[in-house]
């Protein structure tokens, strides 16, 4: 599974938290083949026959087919910032999977966090992905950074969050909406990742952040284990 595959996941789970639906409503969908998903892209689902991609219309299909109310409360301004930051997350995870596919000075720990974590796996076959992860970068760009350059956008995009995330409460108020997954997949995954990247050495020292992912990471936890 790839890094924005788990981003993303996360953040599909936390509105299933949120909601108060079963982890089942998510589990039995998602699907991890990048054969079969809409433009070889992770994460996708098939419900009920449809398969839907791209981490955006995914929740939006889940918000609408179970009919629900977390984001209906949210004034057009509102919306128009989460769809800013959504965008913006976008962004970052390149920079997130080039920290530790790319920078020579993490790929050691990422690859054997994945070996570690992940038996299956093999040294031959984390090569060829890194490989396939080398021309992905260059495609779009963020290959052809130098090291600095690439952690100057992420770190760019996280003091935009950390602007934007209140000390208390979320980022529209004291309820969460669908943002604050979106968010939490993206800033967990840094956090709570023992690589000790530019990005994370950030998010450490941003206390607003920390403590908005660790309230919905705490909320996600408790709700695995009554489950």
Same mark, same amino acid.
């Given at each position: 599974? !790839?890094? /924005?595959?788990?981003?993303?996941?996360?953040?599909?789970?936390?509105?299933?938290?949120?909601?108060?639906?079963?982890?089942?409503?998510?589990?039995?969908?998602?699907?991890?083949?990048?054969?079969?998903?809409?433009?070889?892209?992770?994460?996708?689902?098939?419900?009920?026959?449809?398969?839907?991609?791209? !981490?955006?219309?995914?929740?939006?299909?889940?918000?609408?087919? &179970?009919?629900?109310?977390? %984001?209906?409360?949210?004034?057009?301004?509102?919306? %128009?910032? !989460?769809?800013?930051?959504?965008?913006?997350?976008?962004?970052?995870?390149? /920079?997130?999977?080039?920290?530790?596919?790319?920078? *020579?000075?993490?790929?050691?720990?990422?690859?054997?966090?994945?070996?570690?974590?992940?038996?299956?796996?093999? *040294?031959?076959?984390?090569?060829?992905?890194? *490989?396939?992860?080398?021309?992905?970068?260059?495609?779009?760009?963020?290959?052809?950074?130098?090291?600095?350059?690439?952690?100057?956008?992420?770190?760019?995009?996280?003091?935009?969050?950390?602007?934007?995330?209140?000390? &208390?409460?979320?980022?529209?108020?004291?309820?969460?909406?669908?943002?604050?997954?979106?968010?939490?997949?993206?800033?967990? &995954?840094?956090?709570?990742?023992?690589?000790?990247?530019?990005?994370?050495?950030?998010?450490?020292?941003?206390?607003?952040? /920390?403590? +908005?992912?660790?309230?919905? +990471?705490?909320?996600?936890?408790?709700?695995?284990? !009554?489950?």
């Amino acid at each position: 599974m !790839s890094m /924005v595959s788990i981003s993303l996941t996360l953040a599909i789970r936390v509105v299933l938290v949120f909601l108060f639906l079963p982890f089942s409503a998510l589990d039995k969908v998602l699907d991890f083949r990048t054969s079969a998903a809409p433009r070889g892209q992770l994460p996708y689902i098939v419900d009920d026959g449809e398969t839907i991609g791209d !981490s955006d219309t995914i929740i939006a299909h889940v918000i609408a087919k &179970n009919r629900l109310k977390i %984001d209906a409360a949210l004034t057009a301004g509102q919306r %128009d910032m !989460s769809l800013l930051i959504t965008r913006m997350l976008d962004d970052l995870y390149w /920079v997130m999977s080039y920290s530790r596919w790319k920078d *020579e000075r993490f790929w050691p720990a990422f690859r054997d966090a994945l070996l570690r974590e992940h038996p299956s796996l093999t *040294e031959a076959g984390l090569r060829k992905a890194q *490989e396939f992860n080398f021309q992905r970068y260059h495609f779009q760009g963020i290959g052809r950074y130098a090291p600095d350059a690439a952690y100057a956008r992420g770190l760019a995009d996280l003091k935009v969050l950390a602007d934007i995330i209140p000390a &208390n409460g979320y980022v529209h108020g004291e309820t969460p909406t669908s943002i604050d997954a979106g968010i939490y997949g993206f800033i967990a &995954n840094i956090f709570f990742y023992d690589i000790d990247t530019p990005l994370k050495q950030f998010v450490v020292s941003a206390g607003n952040m /920390v403590r +908005h992912c660790r309230v919905i +990471h705490d909320v996600v936890m408790a709700r695995s284990r !009554s489950t």
